[in-house]
């Protein structure tokens, strides 16, 4: 057995605005784990495709040098070398880029190797679309974090009023509906849920409700 593979994982997929980030992160926080935030690293290369539209994604996949931090309010940060782009990567011409380029399969490989170097002790709660399915296949405890189409975009909504940004509530219900079915439509590792996966839909529940039943899930996990 490698040391990658006695390192516990947690995977937690779904599509956008299911609350599988709020949610994987505090997991993370809970356990003291390591923390992916997988659609960053898809969003990043969708930034960098929009500022060079001439060259291949995939390439500037396999140049993308990005680490997370965390702001001193606890706000996670995405930075690419030396430029904080976490305000950038979630705009939602950004969130329409990282989709097209994640249905590369060129684009896919070039950050499978990125991913898996996160899986690092203690653990690892890892957040994405293929985390159960294809990038840790073999996570001790998998999720998948499923809401209604509706919720999905109220959620983004006032997230996006929030930051102070534009939002109209039937635009972002056709962004996500569309997002919805590039991905799950796409034939390099499509939105599903892997078989051994607990599915859970938040629609009507709140994030620590949500949190509770992953932690419960790893303690069965743990201790079976
Ligand atoms: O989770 P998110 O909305 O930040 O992800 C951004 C895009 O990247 C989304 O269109 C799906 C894609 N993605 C993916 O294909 N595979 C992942 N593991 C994570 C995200």
């Given at each position: 057995m490698s040391s990658?593979?006695?390192v516990p994982v947690i995977t937690v997929d779904g599509p956008s605005g299911s609350g599988k980030g709020t949610v994987a992160l505090a997991v993370a926080r809970s356990l003291g784990w390591n923390f992916l935030d997988s659609g960053?690293?898809?969003r990043v290369v969708g930034l960098l495709s929009l500022r060079h539209p001439s060259k291949p994604a995939a390439e500037l996949a396999r140049g993308v040098e990005l680490h997370f931090e965390q702001a001193a309010d606890g706000t996670p940060q995405v930075w690419l070398g030396d430029e904080d782009v976490s305000a950038a990567i979630r705009s939602e011409s950004v969130s329409q880029a990282a989709s097209k380029v994640a249905a590369d399969p060129?684009?896919?490989s070039a950050l499978v190797q990125a991913q898996r170097d996160f899986c690092?002790?203690?653990g690892l709660v890892a957040d994405g679309r293929d985390m159960g399915t294809v990038i840790f296949s073999d996570a001790g405890v998998k999720v998948f974090l499923t809401a209604s189409?509706?919720?999905?975009?109220r959620r983004r909504h006032k997230q996006l009023i929030g930051k102070g940004?534009?939002?109209n509530l039937g635009d972002l219900l056709r962004d996500i509906g569309e997002r919805d079915r590039r991905d799950r439509e796409r034939s390099a590792a499509p939105l599903r849920p892997a078989d051994d996966?607990?599915?859970i839909d938040s629609t009507a529940l709140d994030v620590p409700t949500v949190v509770q039943q992953i932690l419960s899930q790893r303690a069965l996990v743990a201790t079976g």
């Open positions: 990658a593979e006695s960053a690293l898809y060129r684009v896919r690092r002790f203690p189409v509706e919720e999905r975009a940004q534009s939002a996966a607990l599915m």
